[in-house]
């Protein structure tokens, strides 16, 4: 895997930003528009249900479930 890439956005409209690995991000991308949401729809849903969870733990093992189900 690569370095991190950062992206900022809004969740709860509070500005904040991610660091996670390119492939990540492409993976999160592809949900998102499997759902037909935009990436920052998706990560405040994946925001919404991560519990006390960190931020970028809880979007790679999003991002993971989806790559896993694509496989199957």
Not at 25 to 48: F, M, N, P, V
Not at 61 to 69: N, Q, Y
Request: glycine letters at 8%.
């Amino acid at each position: 895997m690569t370095g991190l890439k950062k992206r900022s956005l809004s969740l709860a409209g509070h500005r904040t930003s991610l660091a996670l690995e390119p492939q990540f991000w492409a993976e999160l991308e592809s949900l998102a528009r499997a759902r037909g949401l935009s990436l920052a729809a998706q990560i405040a849903a994946i925001d919404a249900g991560r519990g006390g969870a960190p931020l970028a733990s809880a979007c790679r093992l999003a991002a993971l479930a989806f790559a896993r189900t694509r496989l199957q």
